[in-house]
């Protein structure tokens, strides 16, 4: 991706990633700041008499990090909670594993675990 | 290897997540003597706010949880100088749910890191730490074999090299030996030059970038908007790439470090242009 996909798409992308936040903090993402930053940004430069305006790329290209910014944490976090956010299983669960159970011993191991 | 060698050899102290309130009680489950330990990982501090707002102070913009103020880990009060940055250091902090993630909030860890500059480190000795990158740059060290890779080096690492050479009309070149490429010492004065024309806040942002992705060419890249953080990222890990290609992924570390070395990087450029830009909005009259 040596280039920029086109406003609409990071925009687009953008808003459904605001929406993953704001479906956690459980109130509607039309009330959230960055929301509203990010509308009045992308309309304020939308309409440019130049051709070849850098402000727009530069807005651009901030949009698209701020989007893989996001995306990224999203990811990072789902994939350590899989894999990397649970402790070790005890030893009960352990041999639950293979369907044994640990033995009761009433009067103790008579040695330290 | 190459890559994971140079970590050995530069190895920062990592960027520990700051938090504003005393660090969670926690850690590895206490046991009583005499019973099994396993290990848990440590609790975290619970969500303790509802809403997330910023307002507007006399040294910047702060955030408010619930009618706190938010504040740095040494207790300073926790101002940045744009809007744009404070609006998402907000949106970071509400986007904590249940309980509080503090290695999920990039941004925040940065500005935690300029305003209490725990290193104490000034701005001469930050540009001089990002310079002395270059001589170990990632694009400039080359492998002999397999063939594979140095062609995929060739082909990928070169236009980063002419271009940063045109663009700042120095010299760098790459090189196959252990001892690396021979900058010459106008090339360090050229980039000496042109980081100190950033202020505090953006080079801290420029430093830490080139500290995650170990290049201070694919950094100048992604500051100058040349490359989009995905490329960057993706050519600061070719070998990486080169091998998951020949040998397979493996989910839960490849993606793992491919996704964190991504928020990193995109965090640090985003802080970086947001803290050093001012933009104004000039309204022109159609004229019919």
Not at chain 1, 56 to 84: D, G, I, N, P
Not at chain 2, 72 to 99: C, G, N, Y
Not at chain 2, 114 to 125: F, G, M, T
Request: glycine content about 4%; proline content about 5%.
């Amino acid at each position: 991706m040596a280039s920029l996909r086109s406003p609409l798409r990071t925009l687009q992308s953008l808003l459904r990633e605001l929406r993953y936040v704001s479906a956690q903090a459980g109130r509607p993402y039309r009330d959230m700041a960055a929301y509203q930053h990010l509308r009045e940004a992308f309309r304020a430069h939308r309409i440019t008499s130049e051709k070849l305006c850098r402000a727009q790329h530069e807005l651009h290209f901030q949009a698209a990090t701020y989007l893989c910014l996001l995306r990224s944490v999203r990811e990072h976090l789902a994939l350590h909670q899989e894999y990397h956010a649970k402790g070790e299983r005890s030893t009960e669960e352990a041999a639950g594993l293979v369907g044994l159970k640990l033995p009761q011993q009433p009067g103790g191991k008579g040695w330290d675990p | 290897m190459w890559r994971s060698c140079r970590r050995l050899f530069y190895a920062r102290p990592p960027q520990t997540p700051w938090l504003c309130l005393t660090p969670p009680v926690g850690g590895p489950s206490l046991s009583l003597p005499g019973t099994a330990r396993t290990y848990t990982p440590p609790t975290e501090r619970k969500r303790f706010y509802q809403n997330v707002s910023i307002s507007q102070g006399e040294g910047g913009f702060e955030i408010n949880l619930d009618n706190r103020k938010l504040k740095t880990p040494q207790a300073k009060l926790f101002t940045v100088p744009s809007e744009a940055l404070a609006i998402a250091v907000a949106t970071e902090w509400d986007s904590q749910q249940d309980t509080i993630k503090s290695y999920t909030m990039h941004l925040t860890t940065l500005c935690n890191t300029v305003l209490d500059n725990p290193s104490q480190r000034n701005k001469d000795q930050l540009i001089r730490a990002a310079v002395k990158f270059l001589e170990t740059d990632t694009v400039c060290y080359r492998v002999e074999e397999p063939a594979g890779l140095v062609e995929l080096q060739k082909n990928e690492w070169d236009p980063m090299i002419e271009w940063a050479e045109k663009r700042y009309n120095v010299e760098i070149g790459s090189s196959t030996s252990i001892m690396g490429p021979n900058i010459p010492a106008r090339t360090k004065d050229t980039f000496t030059s042109h980081l100190a024309s950033y202020n505090m806040w953006a080079l801290q942002g420029i430093e830490y970038v080139i500290t995650q992705l170990k290049s201070l060419i694919l950094s100048m890249g992604l500051i100058d908007r040349h490359i989009p953080v995905e490329k960057a990222v993706q050519l600061s890990r070719l070998e990486e790439e080169y091998q998951i290609q020949r040998w397979g992924n493996v989910e839960w570390a490849h993606d793992y470090d491919l996704y964190e070395l991504r928020a990193r990087t995109a965090a640090g450029t985003l802080f970086a242009h947001l803290c050093s830009e001012s933009s104004t909005v000039k309204h022109k009259l159609l004229q019919d």
